[in-house]
């Protein structure tokens, strides 16, 4: 009996330093890694989707998303694009835009990242895909975030004739007091490989994609406006109303490459279908 309990002692006394590695090691605090949230903001209706591929299912109706996107590092937040205006919820039947788009916001951006626990004005970085008014809509909840954008979108936004990409300063007029990064190319938000911004130019002069590399859920590419549904994508059409028509197509063929050198998937963040099946906030992808 004395010998079966001193092997017991014996065996928890060399298993003890293994057993306390564990608990250690296991479960890892849930801020140690990358995480990606999905958050609504709003949807369009889209009352003639020939001016995504001109000449092709002219006067037909078509519903798109709006989608934004949280993503919490180690060292620090970040938000990608800034979706319609909260306001609009206000609104419920939506608002007409550019007599085309029938805006609406059900569910305003602002009360989801409280929800989450990232209060708007706690985000360090603001990441917007391009400064169409449906990618900026809740900028002026981020005073204090450090703008990510491409020089060449910041130059036209900022520049004489926005209205020529499309642009409304009115949208964005809060951006002029942010601290800015204005990027010349691709750019690595935390060092470490993980979160990348993406120069994906065409859709207007400066658009930007967002790379995202995710350990279980692997790695993702959040389009901006590089595509705004998959059979577009599947096709390489070009909406009437983009920048540069001919960079367009060759971005769009760049990142298929892109996708396919690093195993990613393309999330398009206007794209109702797929996003049906991706979860949203408060879950999360990590
Ligand atoms: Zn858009």
Redo the contacts with the bound molecule.
Sequence with gaps: MNKVKSLTLFALAILAPFLLAGCTSTPPRAEAGLRLYVLDCGS?EVLDVSVFHPGIDQGKRKLLT?SCYLIVHPKGTLLWDAGLPDALANTPEGVLWFDTFRLKVSKPLGPQLQQIGYPAETIQYLGI??L?G??IGNVNLLPKATLLMQAEEYAAGFGAEPGKYGFDPSGYASLRGNPVQQLQGDYDVFGDGSVIIKRTPGHTPGHQALFVKLRHSGNILLS??LV?FTDNWTHKRVPGFNFDKEQSVKTMHEMEQFLKDNRATLWI??DLEQNAGIKRAPAYYD
Excluded: A, R, V
């Design positions: 369009i709006d895909s391009h169409h449906d990618h901006g406006d705004h963040q206007h």
